[in-house]
């Protein structure tokens, strides 16, 4: 089963936490039966005795970790992330009819195939794009190669029209003449762009049913929300790893996907303020404005990235202080239910705790980086701009080592080189991610860490525009160079991850 939980750490940190195992299947074990009162004793029955009632029996029966499977409801996956009105209003602030209706949209089901948990207290609009990038990523990212590529045949067949006329870039291949320059290659971002948005309506092949407390637990029945909530309490963090010891368990915060979102839009900027520059045949003054602009929204991602980074890390460092008797409930009832539980599977409380500060402190060990898929993704705007390029230059009928020296020198080079800066920005910023008590000194960290990443790209991008300049012997190796130290980079995180 996997699980994605999306909350805030220590109630400041917004994160999602994600746990991949096997598809939980559900046993046909339910509370038993409560024995029918009379209607004198309904008289006196309050809300407050239901959870003593329900959870009264599955300790009695030692149930307290089987889910109730009458009440086991799920909503697919894509079902839960339409619209995303599920993650940014609480049932709590809701009219009594519009919580009556989110009972409806789960159905019964027999096992999870993800568990996904979450705070209110976080911002829901985060979670909803966090959770949308996670599971869409790959499919945005095919969308866009797709079209890219089908773009791209059909201006080689000159199916499509190349409408401008651009000379200054391409002076670095040699050609003195103006070339014709279309613009369907750079669209195909608006293809990979709906696709992000218009996923959760797409057809699934395997749709992935999942626990979202919002629908799965009825918000308005306090008998079956009682039941709903006693009839879950296996699937904390702790409790799940002891019934799926093969499983895995990362952390990772919420903003990780919201500044891939932002990173997407600041080369989506670039990618228009370049191919702007071939029309209009200028640089200097519209690239450097450019590049100031795009300053702001990078400044800003640096500066989540190293908060997240912070608070990560200190929820990892309180795991070793975890200390089981501290934890608050707001009912003893409550509290008498979660220790038994734990003691039925741990054996005692302080084997849980001792598990907590050790194991499982050490699985959740901070893992601050990109997926490999999302670098891809922020880097099509670039390898669109260079698939521009390069088809300009086809039906400019310029020699095979032009174009090779581009693809090489290009296509490839800049966007890995970006690739490797921001690698380095991720780095930086678990490096420096201790706040500093003065807001503007640790502004200026932060403003730092940019200049270094920013010197780094422009350093990659201009030895790849030196090469290509220079002739393909260059470019090959300038070219297989980068791809090297990028396959080197993801090798060595995926072992660090694993």
């Known amino acids: 089963m996997g699980v994605a939980a999306s909350g805030e750490c220590q109630g400041r940190c917004g994160g999602h936490a994600c746990t991949t195992a096997e598809p939980l299947e559900i046993e046909s074990i339910g509370p038993r039966p409560v024995q029918e009162q009379t209607e004198d004793d309904a008289e006196f029955a309050t809300a407050e005795d239901l959870p003593q009632t329900r959870g009264q029996l599955r300790l009695e029966t030692k149930q307290q970790l089987d889910l109730d499977a009458e009440l086991a409801r799920g909503i697919p ?3 839960a992330l339409r619209t995303g009105r599920l993650w940014r209003l609480s049932p709590i602030d809701m009219a009594l009819q519009e919580r009556d209706r989110l009972w409806h949209l789960s159905s019964p089901v027999k096992k999870y195939d993800l568990f996904l948990s979450h705070t209110w207290q976080s911002s829901g609009t985060q979670k909803y794009l966090a959770l949308l990038l996670q599971f869409a990523c790959p499919l945005v990212f095919g969308a866009w190669a797709v079209a890219a590529a089908l773009a791209f045949g059909l201006g080689v067949m000159d199916m499509l029209p190349s409408p401008f006329q651009a000379k200054y870039l391409f002076a670095n291949s040699g050609v003195s003449e103006p070339v014709p320059l279309g613009c369907w290659i750079l669209l195909s971002n608006l293809v990979s762009l709906c696709t992000f948005f218009a996923w959760p309506y797409l057809p699934q092949p395997t749709s992935k049913r999942c626990f979202l407390d919002a629908v799965s637990i009825n918000q308005v029945d306090q ?5 709903g909530v006693y009839g879950i309490g296996g699937f904390e963090i702790a409790m799940y790893r002891k ?18 979102l932002c990173l997407w839009l600041t080369m989506v900027l670039l990618m228009f303020v370049q ?7 200028v640089t200097t003054n519209l690239a450097i404005g450019a590049l100031l602009f795009s300053g702001v929204p990078v400044c800003w991602a640096i500066q989540r990235l190293r908060r997240s980074a912070y608070i990560e890390r200190q929820l990892w460092l309180g795991l070793a202080e975890f200390d089981l008797q501290t934890a608050g409930c707001r009912m003893e009832f409550d509290k008498r239910f979660v220790h038994e539980s734990i003691a039925q599977w741990y054996g005692s409380t302080g084997a849980f705790t001792e598990y907590v500060r ?3 402190r050490q699985e959740l ?4 980086r990109l997926p490999c898929i999302y670098y891809l993704a922020i880097m099509t705007p670039l390898m669109s701009a260079g698939l521009e390029e390069l088809l300009s230059l086809v039906k400019s009928q310029e020699p095979w080592q032009s174009l090779v020296a581009l693809v090489l020198g290009r296509t490839i080079s800049m966007p890995v080189s970006l690739v490797l ?10 490096r420096f991610a201790d706040p500093h008590p003065k807001y503007w000194v640790d502004l200026m960290r932060s403003l730092w860490i940019v200049f270094s990443c920013t010197l780094l790209a422009v350093l990659g991008v201009m030895l790849s525009l030196r090469t290509r300049r220079i002739g393909i012997g260059a470019s090959v190796l300038w070219g297989l160079a980068q791809l090297g130290l990028a396959f080197w980079s993801f090798r060595r995180q995926a072992a660090r991850a694993s």
């Open 243 to 260: 019934a799926n010891p093969s499983g895995k368990i990362t952390l990772a915060p919420v903003y990780v996907e919201v500044v891939a």
């Open 275 to 281: 191919w702007s520059t071939w029309i209009l045949g």
């Open 365 to 368: 060990a901070p893992s601050f």
């Open 358 to 360: 050790g194991p499982l």
């Open 77 to 79: 996956l894509h079902h």
């Open 421 to 430: 800066s921001f690698k380095f920005a991720m780095y930086m910023c678990t």
């Open 223 to 227: 008998q079956l929300m009682q039941r």
